[in-house]
């Protein structure tokens, strides 16, 4: 009998990819080891159960375990932690209630995740300080709001946690501070689409503290401010949004290899450098279709199709995992922004291109139709190859237009191509010229 297919974490990666396997070789057995109580749920929709858009905790809940356990027949164990992969002898070690024991596997899928970092700040350990990750996290932090009603609140990270978490909270009737060490907010998404998130954060109330390093938290019981140079800056909540690290601890202690990103190396089909042990989601490196070369970028799609290629290979059916563009798309108040591919000019330049840029303000809709308006769109390409390498979108409506440029960098296509495409048009939706096309005539115009 074939040993089962055992995976390690319970969220996106790991229960797309015991659902597949499940419905591929429904005889084989598929165990899921879970350390928290949480699984399949949409940590990105955390920001939004703050800010009250979302009712209750448990609608985050895509799939409930007692379905996965009952309807999808997959042996779902909540509660239970791997402490330690042997990969020579195919077992893991399994803590639960205090007690351990090993489990046997025929194949591994490793989806620890990533955690929050925390930075070593003076007073981090202060009552009302909070980093956003977890499910339990987002409860604390939507209970603390509605006990203590804070007036002041410090965001340190102007990423996405940091921003989204600025309108939730503001949403909440607190006023808002974002702390960000860098020239910009939105780092990934290139400065002309940061410039105009900026501005309008500012126009909500929002104070942005740019190229301002955080020294720390003070105040007796609980947080009372943030400290930076030369300055204290009042604050009765503290989100820590600075990014996010690889759990990879487990796998760097059985010997699986840690690629230069800092997460788990996989090949094309998730991988890693054992045999019928694999990787995927927030722990592991995808390849970057740009470039070529592996990368690390977090994102909920990337880990949901990542797990489901590699439940289909363990039954039998070899499928590539995907690479990455880094699409992302975020909400910031009455804007939304959204990037794909390589927009910085310096990462381009190691990649081996040339890039050239343009960036353009045009219309969402024709200047008769009601409801038009402007939508700025920064357009980056190679200078010797024409391939379009990346895009920026900011505005009130039709940012979701990036995936557009999206499917044109994964799939090589030149600016001209891209120019070319035969996009849908209507007045109500779009003008003649998409605000894509137009873009690209221009930057086509640049490269001429």
Known sequence: MTDPFVIVGGDAAGMSAASKAKREAPDRDVLVFEKGEWVSYAGCGMPYYIKGDVENLEDLVSVTPEEFREQRDVDLRTGHEVVAIDPEAKTVTVEADGEHFEQSYGDLLIGTGARAIVPPFDGIDLEGVFTLRSMDQADAIEEYVSDHEPATAAIVGGGYVGVEMAEALDERGVDVSIFEMLPQTLQPFGKETAQVVEEHLREQGVDLHLETAVEGFAGSDHVESVEVEDDSVSADLVIVGVGVAPNVELAEEAGIEIGETGAIATDEYGRTN??????????????????????????????????????????????????????????????????????????????????????????????????ATELTVTLVADRESNRVLGAGLVGPEGTKRIDTVATAVTSGLTVTELQNLDLAYAPPFSPVWDPILTAAKVLSGRLE
């Open 274 to 371: 054992y045999e019928n042990v694999y990787a995927a989601g927030d722990c592991a490196e995808a390849e970057n279709v740009v470039t070529g070369e592996p990368d690390h970028v977090p994102l909920a799609l990337t880990a949901n199709r990542a797990g489901r290629a590699i439940g289909s290979t363990v039954s039998g059916e070899p499928t590539e995992t995907g690479g990455t563009a880094g699409t992302a798309i975020v909400k910031a108040f009455e804007l939304g922004a959204a990037r794909t591919g390589v927009l910085d000019d310096e990462r381009a330049r190691e990649a081996g291109f040339d890039p050239v840029s343009v960036t353009i303000d045009t219309e969402t809709r024709p200047h008769y139709y009601p409801g």
